[in-house]
């Protein structure tokens, strides 16, 4: 099974950018699509982008279209999420994700999830 580590995050001032990135132990990073979620104090953890194996097919939700970017490689097992224009609402810990099954399309992402241990990321205003 893949096992992931998170990093980049931070703390950043609105209007600011960080990069995250996910790197996955493991020779099959490149079979599985990927995620991003995110979970805010007293909130539930919600999804935020996936991406397939090949790159080809992404999704993001409403909240971070035209802001963040989800990309892989799958030749160094690392997946990234470029977050732009961030806003203090963006305060959460976000996490990388492992579809063990389920589907990606340009409108959901769903299955079964395997989560990494997550990185803080803080904006202030």
């Known amino acids: 099974q893949v096992q992931v580590v998170e990093s980049g995050g931070g703390l950043v001032q609105a209007g600011g950018s960080l990069r995250l990135s996910c790197t996955a132990s493991?020779?099959?990073?490149?079979?599985?699509?990927m995620g991003w979620f995110r979970q805010a104090p007293g909130k539930e953890r919600e999804g935020i982008s996936c991406?397939?194996?090949?790159?080809?097919?992404?999704y993001y939700r409403d909240s971070v279209k035209g802001r963040f970017t989800i990309s892989r490689d799958n030749a160094k097992n690392t997946l990234y999420l470029q977050m732009n224009s961030l806003k203090p609402e963006d305060t959460a810990m976000y996490y990388c994700?492992?579809?063990?099954?389920?589907?990606?399309?340009?409108?959901?992402?769903?299955?079964?999830?395997?989560w990494g241990q997550g990185t803080q990321v803080t904006v202030s205003s």
């Open positions: 991406i397939n194996w090949s790159g080809g097919v992404t």
């Open positions: 994700a492992v579809l063990l099954s389920g589907y990606v399309n340009a409108n959901t992402c769903s299955g079964s999830f395997n």
């Open positions: 493991g020779s099959t990073f490149a079979a599985y699509t």
